[in-house]
């Protein structure tokens, strides 16, 4: 991939980011009711899933190195913004820390990390 390509992966990490930090901050008190569950799963835990799922795989795309290397350190880092997010919400008056939603968090990491490696293997062997 050329530097061009991996700068503009960085750009999109960022403002992906800055997106979750926004998501999770933000007061959504105001925002109207909507059906509280999908398929008996929380509409919560279904969202904080697919915000970690891309995460993995723009990690892997903004830099360069060994696939499992780069797959490894985005579920860290994936880890550490989930995990930092959910602590400063107890914090919050509007918000609270909720362990499943950390839980839903690192589902959505470790699928979107399976669905990297996979991807990296397919395009790999073309």
Request: glycine share 8%.
């Amino acid at each position: 991939m050329t530097s061009k390509a991996r700068k503009i992966f960085r750009i999109l990490l960022v403002l992906y980011l800055i997106s979750i930090l926004v998501l999770c901050f933000a007061n959504l008190s105001s925002l109207p009711d909507v059906s509280n569950t999908i398929f008996g799963i929380e509409i919560d835990k279904v969202a904080h899933f697919l915000m970690f799922l891309p995460f993995p795989a723009l990690f892997y795309l903004s830099f360069e190195g060994k696939a499992a290397a780069l797959i490894g350190a985005g579920i860290l880092a994936g880890l550490s913004v989930a995990g930092t997010t959910e602590w400063v919400q107890s914090f919050l008056t509007y918000r609270s820390m909720d362990l499943a939603d950390f839980f839903a968090d690192t589902a959505g990491l470790l699928s979107g990390a399976l669905l990297t490696g996979a991807a990296v293997a397919i395009f790999r062997k073309k």
